[in-house]
Every structure is written in C-alpha cells, then in structure tokens.
C-alpha cells in the first residue's frame, strides 16, 4: 500500500476514548494492570468491575508488552492494555519501549481480528513522554500496519494534543 492510502486511514479526534464505537481501544495501563488515574481510570470506571477482576488474574504486563481483555460495558469489543515508558530523559530506552508497546497492541489486535482501533496518546499524561515525540512514534507506527486496519484513531484529549497530532499527521503525510 502507498504512503497515500496509508495515511487516509489514520484519523484524529479530541475525546472519551470510552466512548469511541471502534472494534478496539488501547489502554495507557501500569504494570499492575489494576487500574489507575488518568485513561486508565476512565476505561476501568466505563468498562465495569468484571474488568478488574480479570486484570487482577492477569498478573501485571512488563512495560512495551500488551494484554488484551473483552471490553465488558464499553462499546468497543475488546481493549488491550499496554504499559508505556516513564519518561526519564530519553536516556533510558524510551523511545524503543514506546514503540513496542504500539507494535505489540496492534499485533494483539490483528490476533483478534480488529479492523477499527483507538489509541490514547501512551505515556504522554503522568508518564511525562514529550507529547511531539511520542505522537511521532505512534503515527510511524501506524503507518507501518495500516493497510491491515480500516481506521486507526488516535484520540485525544485536549485540543493542544489535537493540534500537536495534526500537525505531527501533516509532517508524515502532506
Ligand atoms: P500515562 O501514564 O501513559 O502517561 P495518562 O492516562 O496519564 O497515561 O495519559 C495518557 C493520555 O491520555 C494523556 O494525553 C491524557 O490526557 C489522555 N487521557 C486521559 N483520559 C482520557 C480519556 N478518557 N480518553 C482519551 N484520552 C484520555
């Protein structure tokens, strides 16, 4: 697939991610997998306590790696967790890590089949990643499966992180 069609698949919106009626939604987890603020908290809270009780059995995720679970209430089938770099001074890692942990989200996706995905922006929030930088590791990456998927959002939050995709989605595709 060109870089064109590529690019025509990837969209950014400014939102809940709970809300988003796709086939998966990614969640910015821990390693404990038991829930915390931020995304996390919000994708606990819309999801229903059936999601912690299975977190809780999964026995936490190393960070770059994925777990997926149902979605249980929210309108998207299933949500995988991912647990992205805290953000250290760039020293550490993180950029690797913060590219493994979209490789292994959309491996687990393709795994179930997912044809319409919604990515928070990972890290970026307590985890202190540097907003441009981390939107630049999620968009390569994306641009890297696309043709796989029909629709990969990336939703965010706050419409500084809105401008900061688009232009970052401008960078990579005109
Ligand atoms: P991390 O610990 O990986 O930094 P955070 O949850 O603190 O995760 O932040 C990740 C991003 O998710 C931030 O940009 C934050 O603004 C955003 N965010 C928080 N709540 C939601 C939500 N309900 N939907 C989408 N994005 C959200």
């Known amino acids: 697939m060109d870089e064109k069609e590529a690019c025509k698949r990837l969209t950014v919106c400014m939102g809940d ?3 988003l009626e796709v086939d998966a ?3 910015a987890a821990n390693n404990t997998l038991l829930g915390g603020g931020g995304v996390d908290g919000a994708i606990h809270k819309a999801a229903g306590p059936e999601l912690m009780d299975l977190t ?3 026995g936490g995720c190393p960070t770059g790696e994925a777990r997926v679970t149902p979605g249980f209430r929210l309108p998207a089938r299933w949500i995988i967790h991912t647990v992205g770099p805290v953000w250290r001074g760039g020293g550490q890692g993180e950029a690797g890590l913060l590219r493994r942990t979209y ?3 959309f491996k687990l996706a393709l795994d179930k ?3 319409t995905i ?4 990972i890290s970026t929030g307590v985890y202190g990643y540097p907003k441009e930088a981390a939107a630049r590791i999620a968009v390569a990456s994306a641009l890297e ?3 796989a998927f029909e629709r990969i959002v990336f939703c965010t939050y706050s419409e500084r ?5 688009r232009r970052v989605l401008e960078e990579f595709c005109g």
């Open 161 to 165: 992180d809105e401008s900061v995709y």
């Open 25 to 27: 939604v990614v969640n």
């Open 103 to 105: 490789r292994n989200s």
């Open 17 to 19: 991610i709970t809300r």
């Open 56 to 58: 809780r059995r999964l």
């Open 145 to 147: 499966v696309a043709e």
């Open 113 to 115: 089949g997912v044809r």
């Open 118 to 121: 919604a990515f928070p922006a």
